[in-house]
């Protein structure tokens, strides 16, 4: 089963493994940030700040409902790179199939609940009058199609989990392309607003998803699956959820933590909302490096925790580290010199741009424990480790309520404490990830050999 997109992650040199594995992710997580930040560029140049403010509003909650979905085929993705690394062929295609069944299910509740309970959500969030309505708009369309993210999310997570990170890229690149071009059509020629750059969203993520999956069946011989292997398998989904719920409850951690700072940015008027949404979509971006690591140490550990390399594991570890601090730094430097540049990039108001500049300039300094916390995340979901996920999600939630509760409350301080709460949370779950990571528990688990 020859295939030249893919890598056996159990033999070789762990940093030029990580590296070819991690760049073609890496070129796909920057396109999927850019259609992203062409919402919030266009609609904040175009349709006006507080569009922008609308579409920020909303962020958190789409991350929260996406959450469930991209913890099922995050589940589904490591044992099938379990299974990989252990040369079990049967199981491989069998947790495939069996995955349609997660998916569509967590697909279609998660999309029901967000439309249904979008403008209570919106409303106990004290989203401002003036911009309820086009958020409401933008979240109820965006929400509709998490079904399109979470097919896409899903075969994407398998062909990684099979050592393949470049097919994935092939069509969200296309459908990036797509996306920005929808979204000046819909909002620049036919000024439908923030509905035009929802719709935009959705019709490029479907388009991902249709395009990988056909792909995928024809071109990949794992996808080659039998009717023997659609059977009902009670064992497979339940490793399948073991993992997956965890990580979708530390997925759903994370965005009710965004979800309660949001709560404090929106008691700061539309201005201050629009320079956190700017300065989201650009650490977003800037987080990209960090994300495709951390799904390459991901699979590389899933593979060879299945093929019972534990040391192979933990220096594969060891050399993302060096790539989290060499690039944390020039990270540091770039936005210390041009965070105002970058800020113009999506709004032309000089007030939200001087906030955030000096609010880039301060997450800026917590970016190696940022990624630091991605790095750990790697190899402790790759592994099975199902407990930290939920554990690391919990200290989110914490430090988020906290620090924004108490930051912003100091005179000193003031409205800077939103960002501020960004960094410190950030410290204390890197911490907290190191910590587990130097524990060694996750050394001795194994979803295949439970």
Not at 275 to 303: D, H, K, M
């Amino acid at each position: 089963m020859a295939n030249n997109n893919v890598y056996d992650m159990t033999k070789g040199k762990e940093f030029p493994l990580l590296m070819k594995f991690a760049y073609p992710m890496l070129i796909g997580n920057v396109f999927q940030q850019l259609y992203n930040m062409a919402d919030s560029i266009i609609v904040g140049k175009f349709v006006g700040t507080d569009a922008l403010a609308a579409v920020g509003a909303s962020g958190s909650l789409h991350f929260f409902f996406f959450s469930l979905c991209m913890g099922m085929a995050t589940g589904v993705g490591i044992l099938i790179s379990q299974y990989f690394g252990a040369k079990q062929e049967k199981e491989i295609r069998k947790a495939i199939a069996n995955s349609i069944y997660l998916i569509l299910a967590a697909g279609l509740l998660m999309s029901s609940l967000s439309v249904l309970f979008s403008r209570n959500i919106l409303v106990a969030l004290n989203t401002p009058d003036n911009i309820l309505k086009d958020a409401l708009i933008y979240m109820r369309i965006v929400c509709g199609g998490i079904l399109a993210v979470a097919s896409y999310n899903a075969v994407s997570a398998i062909l990684r989990a099979l050592g393949d990170s470049r097919t994935p890229l092939m069509f969200l690149v296309f459908a990036s392309l797509v996306n920005i071009l929808l979204d000046l059509l819909f909002v620049c020629v036919l000024h439908w607003g923030v509905a035009g750059a929802g719709i935009a969203t959705v019709m490029s993520q479907a388009l991902a998803a249709i395009t990988c999956i056909i792909y995928a069946v024809y071109k990949n011989p794992y996808f080659k699956i039998s009717k023997r292997d659609m059977k009902f398998e009670k064992n497979i989904i339940l490793k399948s959820i073991k993992i997956g719920i965890p990580v979708a409850a530390q997925s759903a951690f994370i965005s009710i933590s965004c979800v309660v700072l949001q709560r404090v940015v929106n008691t700061f008027g539309d201005d201050v909302m629009a320079a956190y949404t700017a300065t989201l979509r650009i650490e977003q971006l800037i987080q990209q490096p960090f994300n495709s690591l951390c799904a390459a140490v991901s699979t590389f550990s899933g593979q060879n925790i299945g093929a019972k390399k534990v040391d192979r594991v933990c220096k594969g570890f060891h050399k993302s580290v060096i790539i989290v601090i060499v690039f944390s730094f020039a990270m540091l430097v770039v936005m210390q010199f041009t965070s105002s540049g970058i800020m113009r990039l999506f709004v032309d108001k000089e007030k939200v741009i001087d906030f955030g500049s000096t609010a880039l300039k301060i997450t800026s300094c917590f970016y190696f424990p940022l990624g630091m916390i991605y790095v750990a995340r790697g190899l402790l979901n790759g592994v099975g480790d199902a407990s930290y996920a939920m554990m690391v999600g919990l200290v989110e939630v914490f430090g988020r309520v906290v620090f924004s509760t108490v930051l912003v409350s100091i005179p000193v301080i003031g409205v800077w404490g939103i960002w501020y709460t960004s960094g410190l949370t950030w410290l204390i779950t890197g911490l907290f990830s190191f910590i587990r990571y130097k524990q060694g528990k996750w050394k001795e688990l194994s979803l295949i050999y439970s």
